[in-house]
Structure formats: structure tokens, C-alpha cells
């Protein structure tokens, strides 16, 4: 399903997680088409499991993979040419807000080229 180098940056994650080691940001960019969607999922799903293991069992994996875990906050452009600034603004506030149901908040940009 993944190719070697999608594998490569999910055990990344997947060990970061396990050793605690998370950074505050992470970019993941590339070509249309590379799959960086499924990788950043899955990914998503390691930084949200309660047990760091994407269980895919556990509440936060369940509510992740269901778009509805509080903890994950996600910007999209909603096919508009640009993202809204209301909308990284209210990103911005949810930064101060201390995490629901795990050890982490997760905030995801999808096409953060389109920020106005």
C-alpha cells in the first residue's frame, strides 16, 4: 500500500512517538498525487493512539480515523482558491487550548500553499 519512502517517514513517526521525541511542526510536501494524504492519516493515527501504536482500536484512533477526535484540528480550503485568514486564526487560538483525550493536539493544513 505504501511505497518504501512513505514507510520510511511513517516509522519515523511511529518511532517518535514511542520515544516521545515529537517535534512542534512537521512539514510534509511533494508532488499532487504522491499519496501524502494516506501517509499524513496514518501518521495522524500513531500521534493519536492513546497506546502510540495506531491500535486503530483504541478511542483516539477511532475518533481520528472518524474525523472526530478533538484533539486533531484540521484547515482545509473547502475547494476555494485560498484558506481563510478567519480560519488559520481560529487555529491560532486553538493552539492554547491544552489537549482533550491524549498527550497531543494535532493540527493539519491541507493545502497550506492557498494560506491568504
Not at 60 to 66: D, E, I, V
Given at each position: 500500500m505504501f511505497s518504501s519512502s512513505q514507510k520510511k517517514l511513517i516509522?519515523?513517526?511511529?518511532n517518535a512517538?514511542?520515544?516521545?521525541?515529537?517535534?512542534?511542526?512537521?512539514?510534509?510536501k511533494g508532488e499532487s498525487g504522491l499519496g501524502k494524504k494516506e501517509v499524513c492519516k496514518k501518521i495522524g493515527q500513531y500521534i493519536m493512539c492513546h497506546s502510540g501504536t495506531a491500535c486503530g482500536k483504541c478511542n483516539?484512533?477511532?475518533?481520528?480515523?472518524?474525523g472526530a477526535n478533538p484533539d486533531c484540528v484540521k484547515v482545509s480550503n473547502d475547494d476555494k482558491k485560498t484558506i481563510e485568514l478567519q480560519k488559520i486564526r481560529n487555529m491560532i487560538k486553538e493552539v492554547y487550548i491544552k489537549p482533550i483525550g491524549g498527550k497531543y493536539k494535532l493540527?493539519?493544513?491541507e493545502n497550506a500553499h492557498l494560506m491568504d
Open positions: 516509522s519515523y513517526f511511529e512517538v514511542a520515544a516521545e521525541s515529537l517535534r512542534q511542526t512537521y512539514i510534509i483516539g484512533c477511532l475518533s481520528f480515523l472518524n493540527f493539519i493544513i
